[in-house]
C-alpha cells in the first residue's frame, strides 16, 4: 500500500469523505467490512462508542450492545493494543462461541484489529473483517498486520475530528490570542523557530505556548491540536 493511500485517509475532509476512503482501503486490503471506534472511557462511567464503517444494517440491528461489552476481542483490545487475528477458535476459547455464531452469518468470520490508546481517556479501534481464512503465509500475516497498524495511526487524526462527540460551548478551553498565534503558524507547516522570527518571540517562548496548548486542548501533539483547535471552532477551517 502506497504512502499516498494513508495521506488521503488522515486528511478527509468530512465524515462522508473518511467513511469512504476507510472502505475502499479495506477492500484494497481484501477485507469487504471495516469499523474504526473512538471509544470514550472515563472512570466512573459506562463506555462511550463513536462508530464509523459498514457494517451491515441488519446485524446492527440484531446486536444487543450489552453483549458487545463481553465480546472477547474487545476485552483484549482495552488490556493490549497490538493488533492480532481471531475467528471462531479465538471466540470459544474465550469461552464465547455464541458471540461469533451470531456475528459470522453477516460476513464477521474472521478478522484482524487493532487499538491505539489516545489521551483523555480514549481509545481508537479499527477492525476488519470477512468471511474467508486469513492468508496461512507468516510473511503475508505480518504484512497484513503491519498494513493494519499504519492504518490506525493514519486514521487517528481524522476520527479525532469527525467521532468525537460535540462539545459544550462552556467546555470549550480558551486560548490566548498569542496562544493562536502560535497554534496558525504551526498549522502552515512553521517550525518552533520560524514561529519565533514572524511573531517576534524567542523560539522558547514559542515552545512555552505550545505547551499550554497542548495542556488545554488534551492533545498528544501540536498537529493534534491544530485539529481540535479547528473542530471546537477556535481556528478556522
Known sequence: MNLQRYLDISQSADPTEFKRQLIGFAHEMDFPLVS?????ERPGTDPQFFYIGNRPEEFKASSD??????DPVLTRLRR???PFMYDQKFYVDA??????????PFGFRTGVCVALRLS?????????DRERPLPRSEAKLTRLLADLQLLAVHCQDAALRFLTAPRPAADVPALSARELDVLRWTRAGKTAWETGQLLSISEATVKYHLKNVLTKLDATSKHVAVLKAISLGLLEP
Open 80 to 82: 493490549h493494543g497490538l
Open 36 to 40: 474504526a471506534s473512538l471509544v470514550l
Open 65 to 70: 450492545p450489552r453483549l458487545a461489552m463481553q
Open 120 to 128: 483523555g481517556h480514549q481509545q481508537f479501534i479499527v477492525g476488519l
Open 95 to 104: 469461552g464465547a462461541p455464541e458471540l461469533w455464531d451470531n456475528a459470522a
